[in-house]
């Protein structure tokens, strides 16, 4: 402080921390908004509500994510067990269409009449009693005929012979109109010796049964148009000899099945059926690839899978993550089928991943929300929690701000916590404040601010009458303008003391009146800093403007020019 009045005077006071003024708002002690792009401001409500959404927001998306995560990891397993027992399931429906054959060809081959119309077909001899074959056919004829009435995937019931020709002996199929049942005769029975079918049959045991390979049914040789998939099921006809006599044959038709088990197949995946060498029968995918062995080109599994082909290898019903030549992941079982027990096929099915967990994905979907929905409440929670908790901030802003007017605002000093001992402390320091100001802006010595490289910040009414100058020709002028020139070598060695930290109690020099005259003052010069060893901002207005220059010495100065003799006692008030 650097205070003086002509020598003489009546008495000398030091006030630090006050200036011109002092009746003003005391600067802001909580800055309640910050700076942000473009010059605008953000409030400390709006701030913390941000922090804390945010909080949330990344807390739920955290959690969420794991859950989500956990989710899938745990529900894969489960979803490729589910796909294996699918793929079962459908086995079982193929396998139980073929089985019924099984049975049913045995009841037709333990008929009386056949073994009769067998031996009779071979031209050997047989019991006194027996009925002619024409009668035997009719009576073998009705039984055949019912049976493909209660049986319409039959295609054809037969009585061949097991000799090399295999000429048929009786035969029902569907060839009527309309695929009307009829019994074929004379010459239109065939001639199937070079079937496989018959040839393998013969060589069978009595209790055993022959299943053909799933292919389409030839009459007279060539592939019957329009094309059908079938499967034959045979067991040969003994009598008291050990050779053969004849082969009962049910013809399967296979459309009904193979047109079902793509529909039943899981949503958005494949099924697929293969033979033993893995040629395609069931390809949804590409349907010129089924059956193609039939034209001479056959098209196999591996062609487009090779991870299914090395699946179908195995005995045993399999399940396994592939990846396709897209790139592209999927689910696949492998269930092999015994097709009467003697003949195998394999069912594969197919779906990829991302359809697998398609559930999951929509349970973990819908737990997603309801923690988004939740996370939303808290946010809006934690926003009023926000408000609620800068309201007491701002009140005491908007009365720091207000300090200079004739009504200050209440300040919130009985709010409990840290916010209340806040309120009360800047209430302590205001009244402070204000009544050092009353002190200084009364004090009949010449009070001024300055900061360390000479600027002067504040300026009392009795500096006023002293110098001559008012307030607004003073402040934020260089000091030199009232030192006379043979006294600057003075105030550059009093400003390189103050840097250092000391304090000038009492020092006699002159100064210029704003008319020229010489004055002899008396000078009372301290540094003044705050608790944190900052300037103190006197200014209220606009701090930072005002110690700019000073922020690395962090330091302001009062300087007092007081009336009382140079031998005055001089007083100060801590801040």
Request: hydrophobic share 45%; charged share 20%.
């Amino acid at each position: 402080m650097d205070a003086g009045l002509p020598a003489g005077g009546q008495g000398q006071m030091v006030a630090q921390g006050l200036a011109k003024g002092f009746s003003e708002a005391p600067p802001p002690l909580i800055e309640a908004r910050f700076a942000c792009g473009g010059g605008s401001t953000v409030s400390l409500a709006v701030r913390m509500s941000i922090a804390m959404v945010l909080l949330v927001m990344l807390t739920a998306a955290a959690v969420g994510t794991l859950i989500y995560q956990r989710a899938v990891a745990g529900s894969l397993p489960l979803a490729m067990a589910n796909l294996r027992s699918h793929a079962g399931l459908l086995a079982a429906d193929l396998s139980d269409y073929v089985a019924s054959a099984r049975a049913d060809v045995l009841v037709l081959r333990n008929m009386p009449g056949t073994e009769s119309a067998a031996r009779l077909a071979a031209g050997l001899p047989i019991r006194p009693d027996t009925r002619p074959l024409p009668q035997l056919q009719d009576q073998l004829a009705a039984e055949f005929d019912a049976m493909l009435r209660a049986k319409p995937y039959y295609l054809q019931l037969r009585l061949v012979g097991a000799d090399t020709e295999g000429r048929e002996i009786l035969r029902t199929d569907r060839s009527g109109p309309n695929g009307s049942i009829r019994r074929v005769r004379g010459p239109d029975l065939q001639a199937k010796g070079d079937r496989p079918y018959v040839s393998e049959s013969a060589r069978l045991l009595s209790c055993e049964i022959y299943v053909s390979p799933l292919n389409y049914n030839r009459e007279y040789g060539e592939l019957e148009i329009p094309r059908v998939p079938s499967v034959r099921v045979a067991t040969p006809v003994y009598g008291e000899t050990s050779q053969a006599l004849g082969i009962v044959v049910i013809n399967l038709d296979m459309r009904p099945i193979l047109k079902t088990l793509p529909v039943n197949s899981l949503a958005g995946g494949t099924l697929l059926l293969v033979d033993e060498v893995v040629n395609y029968l069931i390809n949804p995918e590409d349907p010129e690839s089924q059956f193609a062995f039939e034209s001479g080109a056959p098209v196999r599994v591996q062609d487009r899978w090779p991870s299914l082909g090395e699946m179908t290898a195995t005995d045993e019903a399999a399940v396994r993550q592939i990846e396709a030549p897209d790139g592209r992941r999927y689910g696949a079982a492998a269930w092999p089928v015994e097709l009467g027990g003697f003949r195998r096929v394999t069912m594969l099915e197919v779906v990829p991943i991302e359809v697998l967990l398609a559930e999951t994905r929509g349970i973990a979907g819908s737990s997603l929300l309801v923690g988004g929905l939740a996370a939303l409440l808290a946010a809006a929670l934690a926003v009023a929690i926000s408000v609620s908790f800068a309201r007491p901030i701002r009140a005491m802003t908007k009365a720091v701000g207000s300090a200079t007017s004739a009504k200050v605002g209440r300040l919130p000093v009985d709010a409990p916590g840290e916010v209340g001992a806040l309120a009360r402390a800047l209430v302590r320091f205001m009244e402070r404040e204000a009544l050092l100001g009353a002190i200084v802006g009364s004090s009949v010595d010449a009070i001024l601010t300055k900061t360390l490289d000479g600027t002067i910040t504040s300026w009392n009414p009795a500096a006023e009458q002293l110098y001559g100058y008012g307030a607004e020709e003073a402040v934020g002028r260089k000091l030199d303008f009232i030192i006379p020139r043979d006294r600057l070598h003075e105030f550059e060695d009093i400003m390189s003391r103050l840097k250092k930290g000391e304090q000038i109690r009492t020092f006699r020099t002159t100064r210029l009146h704003k008319s020229g005259r010489i004055l002899d003052v008396s000078l009372s010069i301290s540094p003044v800093r705050n608790p944190l060893g900052d300037c103190v901002v006197l200014e209220r207005k606009s701090p930072y403007g005002l110690c700019s220059d000073t922020m690395s010495e962090r330091s302001h100065m009062f300087v007092t020019i007081s009336t009382a003799p140079a031998a005055s006692n001089a007083a100060a008030w801590p801040e």
